[in-house]
């Protein structure tokens, strides 16, 4: 079965950025695009005042609104890209795991990611958090445009122009104790694709005891000059696989997560990994990729992995 580029479809600005992105990224991939939305109405997750009940629509009413919705965003990203092959999927169910059981003949998810500011960022909701936490293809989460994000500059959708013209840095995320082959091949994918120029992070932290004096003169020199010979070794073959992406690696002293937010208001996509984690309870996503997903000015891929 051929893969495609799924994107859930709420109504919402972000979903319709999100559509755009996943459209364009199609074109990038050369695969198809489908548009899919669970229509089965989820009650809001707050309580109304004075505790009346909010009334459910009329089941009719849901897949009518369900269909218009995927009628309409079919024939907006079919005037933008054309030539592009468009599937839509109305799902009977609950969102996420209608979203989920939609992700599994995915290359990748596309979700909207409400953005509130520059400071305030990404607004994680019911569906997006739980989605992400769980999926074990890769996802992506996508702002809507006017939230500050440098993914509002224009990109490529208009007939005519190349869908590889935008040639903004992919940033990475890379965990150099425990590097996936499958994050690190997505970062590297995405840029050779867009053209772009790969951009490396990696935080690493100095040992406790050269804290407040210098106990050991020169190690946190060796420390750093150890850290970018790993780092360049992990590369390597990464590098020989795709020898047209130029790659730019930055190990920085102190967690990744603020360096990854920085750059990622001048990049055109940022890639972080997410351990799967089989705990009983909760939602569990990472520190770093949670603070990236709250912040970040730009789509963020996150790729799980074992």
Known sequence: MTRTITVGLDGSPASVAAADWAAREAQLRDLPLRLVTAWQWQP???????????PVPPRDLQHAGAQRLLDETRKRVAERRPGLLIDTDEISGLPVPAL?????????????????SRTAGFLLGSVSLPVLASCRRPVVLVRAAGQGGKEDRPEPSAPGLSAATDHRDVVLGLDLHKPDDAVIDFAFDAASRRAARLRIVHGWTLPPYTYGGDLMPGLNDRTAAQVRRELADVLRPWQEKYPAVEVSAQATVGGAGGHLIDASYDAALVVVGRRVRRAAVGVHIGPVTQALLHHAGAPVAVISHD
């Not at 005042?49 to 909010?54: F, I, M, Q, R, T």
Request: no cysteine; net charge negative; hydrophobic share 55%.
């Open 100 to 116: 989920l059981k939609a992700a599994e003949d995915a290359e990748l998810l596309v979700l909207g990611s409400r953005g509130l």
């Open 44 to 54: 809001p997750v707050y309580a109304p005042p004075a505790a009346l009940g909010v």
